[in-house]
């Protein structure tokens, strides 16, 4: 069984069809890149398959089941994503901001009644999350004094602190030194193998260091799924990146 | 520069942070207990008036603090807080008049429906923000304060009088004499301050923080969003209540004026004077606020103009209210 599949999905707003009959499988423990010229669908496709929008027709089945509506609940099932541009709690610290992101799994997340310093499992959580990411050295700087390269990290670790089966990535490298992009291309190698992972990203460093298979979208569509060799030789892929003429050179 | 270099100086900065976050508990601490010892001392040392004037500070405090958990904690602003107020007061007022309930029903009571009511009106409420929260709780609050002038139940807009102060026999003492009322309202705002405060670094009161820095994500996180604001504005309306009860118990009166939108307006100013993001920000707001409108009275008969100019000083100087100001005269390095 496939651990993420699109099904004939569409995708329009208003007059516009972001999405137009999008067919998509990624088996479990895979990890697949999306990529494609802008506007091709890549963050609709991600926002579709969280809860974050809603399909105009079409499925998206994970091991099988549909999604479940809302965002939250898609986190609850075990999907995590980071977002293309940042959205951190940019007042608390870091280590805090990983703590609330723990601290959802944890079923002291509803008490009022103590103080959160009494959960010594969640704070230990962050800690954890925040060594795997390199972030120990700035646990107590507040977010908003990040440097950009840091706050990417960031948004990457509150995603895993959902320890997901299944993590959607939406441009991690994007805006980060080559020091960083490393960094970002050792931890998803390091992450569980049976964690799928679906990664949009316009490095393709990045993309050929860490997945298995790709998938081209352009216009809503895929227009081709495989390998970095197979991908390179397509010449559609070609046309689609760099228009008609060009291709044909 | 190397990289060592930069995460050396980071992790300096981290321990001064770290540092300074300890010694701003302990400050925090010896000016809580002294706050306390002064307040537990003040009718020996001064006139009847100054009693009276903490009382109303003390009523105002509790109902800005329930203010500023919507305001400062989840980041929601509330212009119908006041509705919970003249709910708390007609409660009781209702239970003991009314229904001829005793105190020690009447007011568990009244928190309870109040609870029960917030739960209902939160649930509207906090599906919309910004602006649009900011007229819905107002639009809810009109339309109780319009009830409360239509009813009869309520003695329209007369009011209800003969609402009764606790019985406090079996102390041997005398509620309706002011200091032992004092006493009480200090306990009441003692336990509902540290309630906040406890709430605001509980688990709970993180995710509000998650839902004021960013809603989006904290639903990423996972949180369900919108039952944790609706919690907020249950335990906010409760605090708000309670300052009713206490209001209508300290002029043995309620009116709908308490539910007017002024009202709430002035509880959402003395948490902007003070500050949103301490506890005790808005029990100080509350300090200034009703200091400088009586300072101001007695000099004017226009303090109102003047009040207005004040307001405008204290946020032009005051960006973060006056408790972050104090902070950080106190703490900034010379």
């Given at each position: 069984?496939?651990?993420?599949?699109?099904?004939?999905?569409?995708?329009?707003?208003?007059?516009l069809?972001v999405?137009?009959?999008?067919?998509?499988?990624?088996?479990?423990g895979?990890?697949?890149?999306?990529i494609?010229?802008?506007?091709?669908?890549?963050?609709?496709?991600?926002?579709?398959?969280?809860?974050?929008?809603?399909p105009?027709?079409?499925?998206?089945?994970?091991?099988?089941h549909?999604?479940a509506?809302?965002p939250?609940?898609?986190?609850?099932?075990?999907?995590?994503r980071?977002?293309?541009?940042?959205?951190l709690?940019?007042?608390?610290t870091?280590?805090?901001?990983?703590?609330?992101?723990?601290?959802?799994f944890h079923?002291?997340?509803?008490?009022?009644?103590?103080?959160?310093?009494?959960?010594?499992?969640?704070?230990?959580?962050a800690e954890?999350?925040?060594e795997?990411m390199?972030l120990?050295?700035?646990l107590?700087?507040p977010?908003?004094?990040?440097?950009y390269?840091?706050?990417r990290?960031?948004?990457?670790?509150?995603?895993?602190?959902?320890e997901?089966?299944?993590l959607?990535?939406?441009?991690?490298?994007?805006?980060?030194s080559p020091?960083?992009r490393?960094r970002?291309i050792?931890?998803?190698?390091?992450?569980?193998?049976d964690?799928?992972?679906?990664?949009?990203e316009?490095?393709?460093d990045?993309?050929?260091?860490?997945?298995?298979l790709?998938?081209?979208?352009?216009?809503?569509k895929v227009?081709?799924t495989?390998t970095?060799?197979?991908?390179?030789?397509?010449?559609?892929?070609?046309?689609a990146?760099?228009?008609h003429?060009?291709?044909?050179? | 520069?190397s990289?060592?270099?930069?995460?050396?100086?980071?992790?300096?900065?981290?321990r001064?942070?770290?540092?300074?976050?300890t010694?701003?508990?302990?400050?925090?601490?010896?000016?809580a207990a002294?706050?306390?010892?002064?307040?537990?001392?003040?009718p020996?040392?001064?006139?009847?008036?100054?009693?009276?004037l903490?009382?109303?500070i003390?009523i105002?405090?509790?109902f800005?603090?329930?203010?500023?958990?919507?305001?400062?904690?989840?980041?929601?602003v509330?212009?119908?807080?006041g509705m919970?107020?003249g709910?708390g007061?007609?409660g009781i007022g209702?239970?003991?008049?009314?229904l001829?309930?005793?105190?020690?029903?009447s007011?568990?009571?009244t928190?309870?429906?109040?609870?029960?009511?917030a739960?209902?009106?939160?649930?509207?409420c906090t599906r919309?923000r910004?602006?649009?929260?900011?007229?819905i709780?107002?639009?809810?609050?009109?339309?109780f304060?319009?009830?409360?002038i239509?009813l009869?139940?309520?003695?329209?807009?007369?009011?209800?009088?003969?609402?009764?102060?606790?019985?406090?026999?079996?102390?041997?003492?005398?509620?309706?004499?002011?200091?032992?009322?004092?006493?009480?309202v200090?306990?009441?705002?003692?336990?509902?301050?540290?309630?906040?405060?406890r709430?605001?670094?509980s688990p709970?009161?993180?995710?509000?923080?998650?839902?004021r820095?960013?809603?989006?994500r904290?639903?990423?996180?996972g949180?369900?969003?919108?039952?944790?604001k609706?919690?907020?504005f249950i335990i906010?309306a409760?605090t708000?209540?309670?300052a009713?009860?206490?209001?209508?118990?300290?002029?043995?009166?309620?009116?709908?004026?308490?539910?007017?939108?002024?009202?709430?307006?002035?509880?959402?100013?003395?948490?902007?004077?003070g500050?949103?993001?301490?506890?005790?920000?808005p029990l100080?707001?509350?300090?200034v606020?009703?200091?400088a409108?009586?300072g101001?009275?007695i000099?004017?008969t226009?303090?109102?103009m003047?009040f207005g100019i004040?307001?405008?000083l204290?946020?032009?100087?005051?960006?973060?209210?006056?408790v972050?100001?104090l902070k950080?005269?106190?703490w900034?390095?010379?």
């Amino acid at each position: 069984m496939s651990a993420l599949e699109a099904r004939n999905l569409h995708k329009r707003f208003g007059g516009l069809e972001v999405i137009s009959n999008l067919n998509l499988t990624v088996p479990p423990g895979q990890r697949r890149a999306v990529i494609g010229p802008n506007g091709a669908g890549k963050t609709t496709f991600i926002n579709l398959v969280t809860g974050w929008l809603s399909p105009t027709s079409g499925n998206v089945l994970v091991d099988g089941h549909a999604v479940a509506g809302r965002p939250e609940k898609v986190t609850r099932s075990g999907i995590a994503r980071s977002f293309q541009r940042n959205m951190l709690l940019e007042d608390l610290t870091v280590v805090e901001n990983l703590r609330v992101a723990c601290q959802a799994f944890h079923p002291c997340r509803r008490v009022f009644w103590r103080s959160k310093r009494a959960f010594a499992t969640v704070i230990e959580k962050a800690e954890r999350a925040a060594e795997r990411m390199h972030l120990t050295d700035i646990l107590e700087v507040p977010a908003k004094h990040l440097s950009y390269g840091q706050k990417r990290q960031l948004e990457v670790a509150l995603a895993l602190c959902a320890e997901p089966k299944i993590l959607l990535m939406d441009e991690p490298a994007a805006g980060t030194s080559p020091q960083e992009r490393a960094r970002l291309i050792d931890l998803i190698n390091g992450l569980p193998r049976d964690i799928t992972i679906l990664l949009v990203e316009h490095d393709m460093d990045v993309v050929f260091a860490t997945c298995d298979l790709i998938t081209v979208l352009s216009y809503g569509k895929v227009l081709a799924t495989g390998t970095r060799r197979e991908i390179q030789d397509d010449p559609t892929v070609m046309e689609a990146y760099l228009g008609h003429r060009h291709a044909g050179d | 520069m190397s990289d060592e270099v930069t995460i050396a100086r980071t992790s300096t900065t981290t321990r001064e942070a770290i540092t300074l976050a300890t010694e701003v508990r302990r400050a925090t601490l010896v000016l809580a207990a002294s706050a306390i010892v002064g307040a537990l001392a003040l009718p020996w040392l001064s006139a009847s008036y100054a009693t009276t004037l903490a009382i109303e500070i003390m009523i105002a405090g509790i109902f800005a603090s329930g203010i500023n958990l919507l305001v400062g904690a989840t980041g929601l602003v509330s212009l119908g807080q006041g509705m919970f107020l003249g709910l708390g007061g007609y409660g009781i007022g209702i239970g003991t008049t009314v229904l001829g309930l005793p105190l020690w029903l009447s007011v568990p009571g009244t928190l309870v429906v109040v609870a029960i009511m917030a739960a209902g009106i939160g649930a509207v409420c906090t599906r919309t923000r910004g602006v649009e929260f900011l007229l819905i709780t107002l639009a809810f609050s009109q339309m109780f304060f319009g009830s409360a002038i239509k009813l009869r139940l309520t003695n329209g807009s007369d009011g209800m009088s003969g609402i009764p102060r606790p019985d406090l026999t079996f102390l041997g003492l005398n509620g309706d004499n002011p200091v032992v009322f004092y006493y009480y309202v200090l306990v009441v705002t003692v336990v509902a301050v540290a309630a906040m405060w406890r709430i605001v670094e509980s688990p709970f009161g993180s995710v509000l923080a998650a839902i004021r820095e960013s809603e989006r994500r904290a639903s990423a996180m996972g949180y369900a969003v919108s039952s944790y604001k609706v919690g907020a504005f249950i335990i906010a309306a409760v605090t708000c209540a309670v300052a009713g009860i206490l209001q209508s118990q300290y002029t043995y009166f309620i009116n709908p004026d308490s539910m007017s939108w002024q009202l709430s307006g002035e509880g959402v100013l003395m948490v902007i004077i003070g500050g949103t993001t301490t506890v005790v920000g808005p029990l100080v707001g509350a300090a200034v606020f009703v200091l400088a409108k009586q300072g101001l009275s007695i000099l004017t008969t226009e303090y109102m103009m003047f009040f207005g100019i004040f307001f405008m000083l204290v946020v032009a100087f005051f960006r973060n209210g006056v408790v972050e100001a104090l902070k950080s005269a106190l703490w900034s390095k010379p």
